[in-house]
């Protein structure tokens, strides 16, 4: 068994490169791409009063978005995969994962222009003072890190200039072929081809000047890069993870990356949303095996009495009922204060109150006070309701289902000729043989389950993984989307071979050695 | 393999007289609900009677109803679609008195199964319960009926093993049905249904689904066992080769109805009943030349067969679904009441029809207390 279950969490990791890599796929297929939101909203979360160019160096270099999308999707297993290769991360204190600065790109085709790359000095690297405080390191490194960034924006702006300006030249020759539709040189263009647009499209003294500030803003931000480089190697931040072979292997935690929208460590937003969205299923989860799998089995011992047809009645029509309907039904009738009943909170988790709430519920000069644990229960209500009220229908029809196949089993004649009371053969051997299909069914209620949740957290305003995930959708946060993509499979993953695992307990001619 | 089992626990026969039947089934008829069309008659007018230390073979094709009478003595036909329309089932509990199986309640049942009667199946591969090893479902059985810790069950439970040729019962007491072959599991049932002692035991082809060895080794198990517990069985079973070697009684059915009932020796040297000389004459013999075999059909089929009976001149005909009733049919005013079981001999009933000559007949049911082993002394 230790070596299936081994075996089966090895097997994870391919399944899970495959998920992300449509995610991540489907992301950057989008329109307007990972950046669009950014591009639209005023880019609160960033310094104020930056061009766009600075933007987008800051997203660049965040995400990488000037390398092809499969060498971006490598690079982001690699931050996510436990066994990291070549320097170690940093971890700033707002847990923030520091890597060192990337290596700056040239100016495309500079070498047919211009023979030489201009010489950058190697700054001398950087020791901190013993006494030099925490803080003092950070502002360092911080004041680095944004000098870094306004020079690579430069360089990346001058850059964009001389490839528009070669693009020009290009569209003069004819060469549209190797123009981008934004109006600049494609990155790939053959040498001949800028050879002919630097001599041919009379525009040869514009393309050198356009050249030249590039290549100088290059040079600066290449300095800029050495000397936070210089920074980052004194290490101002403590290590991530553990070495494995120093400066080359080591082992530490995924990083997930931070989200842009939010501007905090996507670990942190998935460690307060996913306990949430967890507890709502597992509170839903034992609801629906208590109600559906009893009643499943009163429906087969009572065949065609008036309650197996009744629940069974029931139950389809609870199962019909779509799910955003049936909240927004809830919130009107049981929750609203002037057309329902008002007996339920209407949005979130907690009273305003909670936070000054004792953890137990305790009376108060005589009135009543809920507590922590009651209110939340109180809050989970209608979003648990609303989860759990379409699940019964097929897990008690199964249970019904399975029963009854083994009421007629010959084991069951056997039980009966040993003088078995009949509870006893319900409950010890034919419920016991009708296992499988009721573990069976968790393997398919339990995705439903975390899909359907997203629904409910969003209309109940529940702030768990479901409405971490459609924000993310909206503002196109390629982090937290992956990063939710690879929670909840994982979760998955792990609920389907908890399923196995009981599978072979349920039944001993399961065996997986 | 078998020696006589260690019994730590009190053996129950030894006070019980031998001699009177232990269990008589007297008219029974059991018919099936069919959905939409009319009801299914599976037996009706059924008679037989088993002593203890005695075996009663009940032979027949598929569907004669012979598996249906033994779970009616049971109780474990399911009611609905199943119901018992008449007759009764009596049978002597250890005290003497009688006891109509079919009118008892299912507690009153719950005491009888696996510890009075227990039954053994045809289908050893399915009869278990797969997810209990073979132990719990002995001891099971045992605590069920007896005042015995968990401890003492688990001492019976390995003795019983022990006794039906279970090699290493202590270990394989911990193993499931599914780690036993086809064999071994029917040793496992006929172990479980021992363990309890009962007075009877119902062995419903308990040999169809194993090879030959094994099938000589169970059943010469199950004749031992009857001489050590003064157990009687009924061996339900449409082997003649099986019934020849085991049997004292056997009770030939056809179509839910008794068409012969005779001692093992009678029968197979004098069968009165053309449906009994089909079956016999179909056997194979070792040792003769055959071009082909004789079919029943070609028996029952004769008019002449018919007419073999003692007393056929007088209108005594063998009853046969088949044929048309004989023109002087004095049916009786109540379901199968063109039929009667015929005592034509000494030791010896044929199912009849009711034909004028036999319209006053009062047969004495069928009670034979004859044993093969008595004979052998």
Redesign the interface.
Known sequence: MGTYILRRLILMVPTLIGLTLMVFLLIAMSPGGIGAALNVSSGGQMDSGTSKAQQQAYLEDRYGLDDPVLIQYVRWLGRVSPVKFGQRDQIAPTGEVVRAPKQLKTPPRYDVINDTLPEVEAPDPVVFDESMTQEEQTRAYRLASQHYTRLRADSIRTRTIYLETLGRALREIDQDKYVERTGTMKTDAPKRAVERALTESGMESEIRESLDNALSAYASAERARLELKAVFDAKPFREAGFPIIPGTLSVAAPDLGMSFSRGRPVTALIAEALPITLLLNFIAIPIIYIIAVPSGMLAATHRGSWFDVLSGGLYVALWSVPIVWACVLMLGYLANNQSGLGAFPVTGLHSIEAQDMTWLPSFNDGHFVRGFILDTLWHLCLPVAALVYTGFAVLSKQTRAAMLDNFN???V??????????RDIVLR?VF??SLLPIITMFVSIFPAMLAGSVVVEKVFSVPGMGSLVIEAIFLRDREVLLANAFIIGVVNMLALLLADVLYAL????ISYD | MTQAPAQTSEPKASKVNIHEPIMEVNNLAVSFDNGSGPRIQAVDGVQMSVYPRQTLAVVGESGCGKSVTSMSSMQLIPRPPGRFDRGRIDYRLENGKLVNLLELSEKEMRSIRGNEIAMIFQEPMTSLNPVYTVGDQIIEAITLHQPVSTKQAWDIAVEAMDAVGIPDPNGRMKAYPHQFSGGMRQRVMIAMALACQPRLLLADEPTTALDVTIQAQILELIQELKQTRDMAVILITHDLGVVAENSDVVCVMYAGRVVEYANVYDLFDNPRHPYTRGLLASIPKIGSRHDRLVTIDEVVKNPEEFKKLPGADKGITPWWPWNDAPKDLAARNEPAGDYCLHKIADDHWVGCWRTEALKDDNSPPPELEFRCADQKQ
């Open positions: 089993a010959d084991y004649r056997t039980a009966k000729a040993k003088g078995v009371p009949s051997h016991r043989n349920a039944d001993p001619r």
